[in-house]
């Protein structure tokens, strides 16, 4: 993990708000996990999230100083990219919006 992550193939690279607070993380979605860090893993799909082909997974630290962003399959073991793959402009943009939203709730910053 690094202060700074980019999901496979996006050309914005994203940091840890330095506002960001524990009962936001877990307000968005957050689950801790048993080392004390923040997973996210939401569906990446415009019609239905029950048959979504991506997910987007995102860690923070339990102290805030590092950040891990990936889009995978639906096993959750391969890293995918979204931009390359042909028929995913519907993902692209809920992927934006997913991005947008968390930025809009102090949990990270574009840069």
Do not use: W
Request: glycine fraction near 4%; charged fraction near 30%; charge should be positive.
């Amino acid at each position: 993990m690094s202060t700074k992550a980019q999901i496979l193939g996006d050309t914005d690279f994203y940091e840890i708000s330095p506002e960001i607070k524990k009962y936001a993380l877990l307000d968005v979605g957050f689950q801790e996990t048993k080392q004390g860090n923040f997973r996210l893993e939401r569906p990446i799909n415009g019609d239905s999230p029950y048959d979504a082909r991506y997910f987007l997974k995102v860690t923070i630290s339990k102290d805030f100083s590092n950040l891990k962003m990936s889009t995978t399959d639906k096993s959750g073991l391969h890293s995918l990219n979204i931009f390359k793959s042909k028929n995913t402009t519907q993902e692209i943009e809920d992927f934006r919006y997913l991005m947008k939203f968390l930025i809009e709730k102090n949990i990270l910053v574009k840069r």
